[in-house]
């Protein structure tokens, strides 16, 4: 039995690393394409991306990009595809900024205050999609697309001078009004620049999505509907609720994504608020294959790549060259998936009828196929 | 097969008639075999080499866009053959007007019915030029007045030295319309019948074949404390042609504790969702289940199934198992709520482990371990695990829909011995089965299940499969009595 478990355990392996070393090879072409030396371009992103105050940058990154693809994990894991999670962290940052701003309380409610809006924010956003597939068959991948317009928008008007936005005069940027100091969050203090203290969070975040789905009944349901949604519906799940309960994990989930930088960096949402990290999500999530320690990596690895792809334009080169890196690792790593698991499948079956056969000939049967 | 006929082939679901038919359209490789068309030898790569051999094929379930013209959906994919204009239209008329097939061109296919469009599909295969038609069970959408016009249409095309391969399991109409026929039980050809010398009778018996080993059932558990009341059943759904058609029609029966009710039925005529109904995996339009005097009619599927109802699925792959998932997985799907599967909310992975353990060595599971995925098992095993696991859990009900069917022999046994062993203490089965032998040897109580209504009842203990049969297709109602003694029952007995 040992042999079947370290076989699996090499089989998940294979397919991310393949897919990173075929992106680096593609790359590695890109690069002779245009001229350059891959192997220069590899080496100073390895250095630049290792330096003291890249870690920190890189560990706080990752954070934001870890919680995103939990949230997106948690939809993959019963075959729905959320890829409202951007419009979702950045509906949830902006009133959860709101809230905390225009109250002040002390720092143990303040803050749990910030990320409970937050988290039911994102996961009324999230609702929505759940609700419209459930009950009208509209494919969640639609929906939380113009819901992620449509957050951009709901921000859009409300981030104004006079109604929950304040214009800064000087840097002619709105933002939301600054949490008090009760709502910063603690920081971890290295030689360089803090470490952002909600990576606290997005680790219990990671442990909490380890147990639900494998030790919980509820997650055994969640994870029979992605398997078979058929079988799951026979063995007794429901699967409209199961869609609307996974929805709103996935968004409240997502509306931790952007508390890192809230309550850790930028204490508002302004204008500059970053973007785009709910898609960086999915990509960590697929590089991830939906485990918490994989999506841990994948996001360390996004969140290095990006670093270094500062430092490639110190040294002159392109730094779409990085872009093309993480595009590539997300096809390879979606075909490199599908062939070994199809190959992982049919080698299973071909070792469990070798086995069976021997075990055939000692005592004669006759095997029906079915 | 000569040109110029009608050749059908019948056989059980399940004998192989489908595959049979997909190597002959190119769908699938044969691993051994030949195939000769005019006495020439041909291989298929894909249903494009089948057609240029002019095998055309007609299936189930209508291949046509519905917003496009009858036209549009002919010339469709085969754009080179006349075009798209005129010529492609004068060819269809020609064509339909040769067969009678009476096909207007410019018609939406969404206003046809669905004999026209089955006629749409005719003229799309002839219009590739098929001299060759298989029809996969053709008559299994239409009424009695569309068989007959089909069957009209069948005579043209055979005049015109068409040769037709008709697929079916509907015994009156095959005789009714080949002038060959072909049984297949199991994967192979069991014999070929004259129509003309032939009764529906021995086309059944052909059919079912009898050399099982029999699951004799004799002395009787029943008891008169009923487990599973229904009563006044109605479903209707709509089918993918928009038609509402009602599948289940004022079902109602009893099991008591200790009974095997048995349904006997060709598929398709509302066994499945009779199961799915008590399953609670479909919403009733009307009617009332009632579990061991509890009413459970609006139960949720897992309520059903934690009172005590155990279910052996039809469909394994689609109902019973989670394939990628290990066996251990496997064995908690459906009893996610129930000892040894969880304590509280939480899983608990070790006993889970070790009762799948248990079920691998006393259901004879072949494995080599149970963190094996279910999907490598062999259909046999798998369905093993799933009597397994369901007998684990101590049934009041069980459902067992075609439980040992893609089984081997020895399985098949162990399989009816658990059922008998399970009915002794007081478990009661409705038994849904196309294995006639199978429903006859172990059920208490038989009914025959036609269009979505029990039409007839039979004592197991003298019917024969060949009268079973007879009611499966329609030909009999009430209740069956063995011999002809039928002339003390005003409907009963069979044809002849």
Request: no cysteine; charged share 20%; aromatic share 6%.
């Amino acid at each position: 039995m040992k042999k079947f478990d370290r076989d699996r355990v090499l089989l998940a392996v294979a397919a991310p690393v393949l897919a990173v070393v075929g992106a680096l090879i593609v790359t590695a072409l890109v690069l002779l394409a245009t001229g350059k030396d891959p192997f220069h371009a590899f080496n100073v992103m390895v250095n630049y991306g290792d330096k003291s105050d890249s870690q920190v940058y890189i560990l706080n990154k990752a954070t934001t990009y870890y919680l995103a693809g939990l949230a997106v994990a948690v939809g993959f894991r019963m075959n729905l595809f959320n890829i409202g999670v951007d419009g979702q962290y950045r509906l949830a940052a902006f009133f959860a900024a709101a809230v905390g701003g225009a109250v002040s309380v002390p720092g143990i409610i303040q803050i749990p205050l910030i990320i409970v809006t937050a988290m039911l924010v994102g996961a009324a956003w999230a609702a929505i999609a759940g609700v419209l597939k459930v009950t009208r068959g509209v494919s969640e991948v639609i929906s939380t697309i113009m819901l992620n317009s449509i957050a951009g928008i709901v921000i859009g008007y409300f981030l104004q001078g006079g109604r929950l936005g304040v214009l800064d005069k000087d840097a002619n940027m709105v933002s939301t009004k600054p949490l008090p100091s009760s709502g910063h969050l603690f920081n971890f203090q290295t030689a360089t620049d803090p470490v952002d203290g909600f990576i606290v969070f997005a680790v219990l975040a990671g442990v909490l999505y380890w147990f639900l789905l494998s030790r919980t009944r509820f997650g055994f349901d969640l994870r029979a509907v992605g398997r078979s949604e058929s079988a799951a519906e026979a063995s007794g799940v429901s699967v409209k609720k199961m869609v609307i309960t996974s929805m709103l994990i996935s968004g409240g989930m997502a509306g931790l994504v952007g508390m890192s930088t809230l309550l850790n960096e930028s204490h508002d949402y302004g204008t500059d608020f970053p973007t785009g990290i709910g898609f960086t999500g999915i990509a960590v999530a697929l590089l991830g294959r939906n485990n918490p320690i994989g999506i841990a990596i994948g996001a360390l690895l996004w969140a290095f790549l990006e670093r270094a792809s500062g430092g490639l334009e110190f040294q002159g080169y392109d730094k779409e060259i990085v872009g093309v890196i993480q595009g590539v690792i997300v096809l390879a790593v979606v075909i490199a998936y599908e062939i070994v698991r199809r190959y992982g499948l049919t080698r299973q079956q071909r070792k469990v009828g070798a086995e069976l056969a021997a075990a055939a000939g000692r005592q004669e049967t006759q095997e029906v196929a079915a | 097969m000569r040109s110029g006929t009608v050749h059908a082939l019948v056989g059980e679901n399940g004998a192989g008639k489908s595959t049979l038919m997909k190597i002959l359209y190119g769908m699938q490789k044969p691993d051994e075999g030949t195939i000769a068309i005019n006495g020439e030898q041909v291989v298929f790569g894909d249903p494009g080499d089948a057609i240029a051999h002019g095998i055309g094929m007609v299936h189930q379930h209508f291949m046509l866009a519905d917003n496009l013209t009858v036209l549009e959906n002919i010339v469709l994919g085969s754009e080179k053959l006349h075009g798209i204009g005129g010529r492609a239209r004068a060819r269809i008329t020609e064509i339909s007007d040769a067969y009678g097939l009476g096909v207007k061109p410019d018609a939406l296919v969404e206003d046809l019915g669905v004999a026209d469009r089955q006629r749409v599909e005719i003229l799309k295969v002839l219009y590739r030029g098929a001299r060759i038609l298989i029809l996969d069970e053709p008559t299994a959408v239409l009424v009695p007045q569309e068989v007959d016009a089909l069957f009209e249409n069948l005579r043209g095309l055979k005049a015109e030295g068409l040769t037709v391969i008709f697929i079916s399991h509907k015994l009156g109409e095959v005789l009714s319309v080949a002038d060959e026929i072909t049984v297949i039980r199991r994967g192979t050809t069991v014999g070929s019948a004259d129509p003309a010398h032939t009764t529906t009778k021995q086309l059944a018996e052909l059919m079912v074949g009898s050399e099982l080993p029999s699951p004799e059932t004799r002395e009787s558990t029943v008891t008169t404390e009923p487990m599973l009341t229904v009563a006044g059943l109605r479903m209707a759904a709509v089918d993918p042609d928009g038609v509402e058609r009602v599948v289940l029609d004022d079902i109602g029966f009893t099991i008591h504790k200790g009974e095997v009710l048995g349904i006997a039925g060709v598929e398709g005529n509302g066994q499945a969702e009779l199961v799915e109904a008590i399953m609670g995996m479909r919403q009733l339009d009307a009617g009332t289940l009632r579990l061991d005097q509890a009413d459970i009619t609006a139960a949720p599927t897992r309520k059903r199934r934690e009172d005590g109802i155990g279910y052996i699925p039809e469909d394994r792959h689609r109902h019973g198992l989670l394939l990628e998932a290990p066996l251990w997985e496997n064995r908690i799907l459906g009893h996610v709520t129930e000892p040894p599967n969880s304590r509280g909310v939480l899983i608990d992975p070790t006993a889970a482990r070790r009762d799948t353990e248990r079920i691998v060595r006393e259901y004879d599971v072949r494995t080599p371990g149970i963190e094996v995925t279910a999907a490598s098992l062999s259909g046999g095993n798998q369905q093993k695990l799933i009597v397994g696991r369901e007998m684990s859990h101590l049934p009041k009900l069980l459902i067992a829909a075609h439980p040992t069917r893609g089984v081997d022999v020895g399985a098949q046994a162990q399989i009816w011995d658990q059922i008998r062993q399970a009915r002794r203490e007081g478990l009661a089965v409705l038994l849904i089965s196309a294995d006639l032998d199978e429903l006859i040897g172990l059920s208490d109580t038989l009914r025959v299940m036609y269009r979505g209504r029990l039409v007839a009842d039979a004592d197991p203990a003298t019917i024969t499969p060949e009268e079973l049969g007879s009611a499966m297709t329609g030909a009999a109602s009430g209740h069956l009595a063995h011999q002809p003694a039928a002339g003390s029952e005003p409907s009963g007995g069979e044809d002849r």
